[in-house]
């Protein structure tokens, strides 16, 4: 493979970002590019215990059902997202965009976003989880989080990534099932969250009823003795180490690029010069991982049943708006990582778009991009017949207006080329490593349920 402009190695902080944009002709924009990543960028991470979160991860014992995994909606054979636009959840079968709704059991609707990738997330620099940030580090607070439940509920997570596991398992949609469905689902529903019979605790009785569980557990945790002694916090604290592990990523061709060690593939330095000039997309994709963790509305098209509360009717999704109340978040959302964003499609808080090219080209116009919608960009599997439809906000001028209206970047010029030009450099973000995994996907898990692998 040819390659080009093999940057100098050495330093990479403001003023080796200005000598390395000096050293390849002043194309890329001098302090725009990032200092390569290293090992103090992350958590160290304790091996037992990532060994353990790696079968939670991917068993469903944890799913009110029992047949929905993490891995379900985050398998790194659709570069740990899901391949579709809005995941089905519970009432679900098979995987990815072969993923299609149970007859006997048909979900209520589809999951209102997209299922994030999780590329690096338990890096330091992370402030936030989710799309709106619900989930955010805040010292002032009692554990150092604030997250939409009460503070006393985040005692025992080691980390912001470990607490967010707190709330897919008890969404209807997502992993807890529906109404009187199983024990999950039914403390769900009455509101027990926390308490001995609370939904969490109840998890963690599967869990800790499982031989093979309660040993692993006292091998990795010292304050184990037992498995009375396993609390849902436990098993949070091991996902959130597994992932740390498996889904680290910066050993892409971009991170050997800015140690000095090689030089970009052949056509991707134009999208490097776009990305970090001209194009601005390093106004918001800033940073080691291509993103300033910050929201910003970018005129998405809204797919879907939307955000809403349950008594709310409509399908609208207002973003960031939702936490904060402030007028000046509606509809925006947290700025994605790019790392290994080829893998990762479709793309949008929605997966509005399922081609990257497409989806950039829309991006340099937001406002355009909206109103020219075309709705065969997602990828959206058959749902049951009297579900709503995916389209309400779509379909209702006055919603689409609304979006628009809150965009506030300016729109940028891009042809063909340059948009060709930026995927090449996009490209350069995909982690060989990272994909082949460290862990990888377990043959099998201890509650004996079927593995979630597409194969």
Known sequence: MKTTRKPPPGRRGPIGAALLAASIGGMASAGDLPPPVDAAAYPAIDMAQAALGQLLFYDPILSGNREVACATCHHPKFGTSDGVSLAIGDGGIGLGPDRRFDPDNPPEQRIPRNAQSLWNVAAFEYHTMFHDGRVERDDSKLGGMRTPLDDDMLQGFDSMLAAQTMFPVLSGDEMAGHIRENEISVAVRQGILTGPDGAWARIARRVADNPAYAEAFTAAYPG??????????????????????????????????????????EGAQQGLDLFYGRAGCSGC???PFQTDHEFHAMGMPQIG??????????????????????????FAFRTPSLRNVALTAPYGHDGAYADL??????????????????????????????????????????????????VTVQPVTLNAEDVAALVRFLDTLTDPVA??????????VPSGLPVPNPG
């Open 305 to 330: 049943p939307g955000k809403a509360a349950k008594f709310e009717s409509g399908a609208r999704d207002e973003g960031r708006f939702r936490v904060t109340g402030d007028p000046a978040d509606l």
């Open 285 to 287: 994709h800033s940073g």
């Open 435 to 444: 994909i082949t995994g460290r862990l990888g996907v377990p043959d099998a």
């Open 357 to 406: 090219a497409a989806f950039i080209a829309a991006h340099a116009d937001p406002v355009a991009g909206l109103r020219s919608y075309l709705r065969d960009s997602a990828i959206l599997p058959d749902m049951p017949a009297g579900t709503a439809s995916d389209w309400m906000v779509m379909d209702d001028p006055a919603e689409v207006e609304a979006i628009a209206a809150a």
């Open 224 to 265: 184990i003795a037992g498995p009375g002694d396993i609390r849902f916090t436990d098993l949070s604290n091991a996902i959130a180490a597994f992932i740390g592990f498996e889904f680290r990523s910066d050993t892409a061709p971009f991170d050997a690029y800015l140690r000095g060690e090689a030089g970009l593939p």
